[in-house]
């Protein structure tokens, strides 16, 4: 018991001191799974919208395949991305291994399947509901997909938030193409794995703190945005809230 | 008069369930032909194919290279914008420019009364009868001759009603616009129709004009169409 407490509150006081180590592994981590997310979101709110909207022979596989990969583990992706970027890989010429690039990279391909799988649903339902309205407007199917994406914006907003937790959140992945390299590649996840196995436990407990701080946070900003979209418009609830639960 | 819309043996099926059965039908400029028939019937079937909605399985659907379509729906959509843009993203979508678009959106919206503050409303926020009557202005700003609704008032009010069919009224009384829709409403049909089609099973049991399907026998003629209007009307 003496060392939980005396462990919370060294935790504690790394915390309320801004102790630099701590926050610049806690800087970093945000950088790179806001990156991720970013990158990801781009593509991925894209291809969901189109994949909503477009028929074509073999979606039905694709969906499958994009739905399986949902449940892509991370240290796989790590895995895969570690290959590619590896200097016999087809990318290695880039020298992008254990730098915050791969890290980047690992995060966004993690976090794609899940933007792109929820954005499909979301489009899709709403083509189903109103796409032939606008398609009565004279919208095909590509533009219908962006309009459909745009008009479920807030929905959509949810999706990102929920890709950014899952991006965060996240150890396999990064561990691996990262290294967790101190001052360098070292983020939140890695950092409690390795402290935690070093016996560090203040470092790691208040890292851990703080992830749970920034998922907590990420909820409550779902929460928020479905009340705000209830007050403007009186949509029904989000369904794709909680995800990151 | 010139055609408007030619429906030559048009079968739609779902599966194995038949919309449409052999379908003929032909429109000219300026008639205002009603769809009546039970629920399930083909009513909406019909005018998702006029309207190029739907592919048939069977059959060839002209439409003339000078019509110009526009379909109110009986639940619009109502995009997540305001209501003068809900007009102005309508007629973006069919190559107007945006500053025309705006200028076209204001005058329609005066038209249907949703001018002035109501106009930045968002159109989320608008009554149901408030909705269509923004479809309805959608549809007037885009300058169609032909005009396809769906059950334009059956999921209104009676007030509601009344005005949606009002500016309908309108409309047609300014211009020689082509409407076809569908109604369970038969008083409407009345007011609004020169020409009623009677469908059952996907199929046209009757074609004839507004007079003579309510004020002539039909016993003989179309049987089906006889008992759909004793049972309607009681």
């Known amino acids: 018991m003496t060392t939980f407490t005396d462990t919370a509150a060294t935790a504690l006081q790394l915390l309320t001191d801004l102790d630099p180590l701590l926050w610049s592994i806690v800087g970093r981590s945000l950088w790179v799974s806001v990156l991720a997310t970013a990158v990801a979101c781009s593509l991925g709110v894209v291809l969901g919208a189109w994949l909503g909207v477009a028929r074509f022979v073999g979606r039905d596989v694709l969906l499958t395949v994009l739905n399986t990969l949902l449940a892509l583990p991370s240290v796989v992706v790590g895995l895969l991305v570690y290959l590619l970027l590896s200097r016999t890989g087809p990318l290695g010429h880039l020298g992008w291994l254990f730098s915050l690039k791969a890290m980047v990279l690992a995060q966004a391909v993690l976090v794609l399947p899940v933007v792109t799988a929820l954005t499909r649903q979301c489009v899709e339902d ?14 095909q199917s590509g533009l219908r997909s962006m309009l459909l994406a745009w008009d479920e914006r807030y929905a959509l907003l949810t999706v990102l938030i929920a890709a950014f937790g899952r991006a965060i959140s996240e150890v396999g992945a990064v561990m691996v193409v990262g290294g967790n390299i101190e001052g360098f590649t070292r983020v939140m996840t890695t950092a409690i794995a390795l402290e935690t196995s070093k016996g560090d436990l203040p470092l790691a407990l208040a890292l851990g703190v703080v992830l749970m701080g920034v998922v907590l946070l990420l909820n ?25 639960a | 008069m010139s055609e408007v819309l030619q429906l030559q043996d048009v079968s739609v099926h779902f599966g194995s369930h038949m919309a449409l059965q052999a379908v003929n039908l032909q429109m000219h400029a300026g008639e205002r032909v009603a769809l009546v028939g039970a629920n399930g019937c083909g009513k909406s079937t019909l005018l998702r194919v006029a309207h190029g909605l739907l592919k048939v399985s069977r059959g060839q659907v002209a439409v003339p290279r000078d019509v110009r379509q526009a379909m109110v729906f009986q639940r619009p959509h109502m995009l997540r914008t305001s209501v003068l843009h809900f007009v102005v993203w309508g007629l973006w979508l069919q190559g107007v420019g945006w500053r025309d678009a705006q200028a076209r959106a204001w005058q329609a919206l005066e038209r249907v009364g949703l001018q002035g503050d109501m106009a930045h409303r968002s159109a989320r926020t608008l009554s149901g009868g408030q909705q269509q009557r923004l479809a309805l202005a959608r549809a007037w700003a885009l300058q169609p001759n032909f005009v396809l609704l769906d059950e334009p008032t059956s ?8 005005e949606v069919e009002r500016l309908l009224t309108d409309w047609v009384a300014a211009s020689d616009v082509s409407l076809i829709f569908s109604s369970h409403n038969l008083g409407q049909v009345k007011r609004l129709a020169t020409r009623v089609v009677y469908l059952e099973a996907g199929r046209v049991l009757a ?18 169409a006889h008992l759909f209007l004793k049972g309607e009307l009681g």
């Open chain 1, 126 to 139: 709403a083509e189903r509901s109103h796409g032939e309205q606008l398609q009565s407007l004279g919208a």
């Open chain 2, 207 to 224: 074609d004839l004009p507004v007079d003579t399907f309510f004020n002539q026998p039909l016993g003989e003629s179309h049987p089906e």
């Open chain 2, 155 to 162: 999921s209104l009010d009676p007030h509601a009603k009344r």
């Open chain 1, 220 to 244: 409550a900003l779902i929460s928020i945005l479905r009340r705000w979209r209830q007050h403007i418009d009186g949509a029904s609830a989000d369904p794709v809230q909680g995800v990151l």
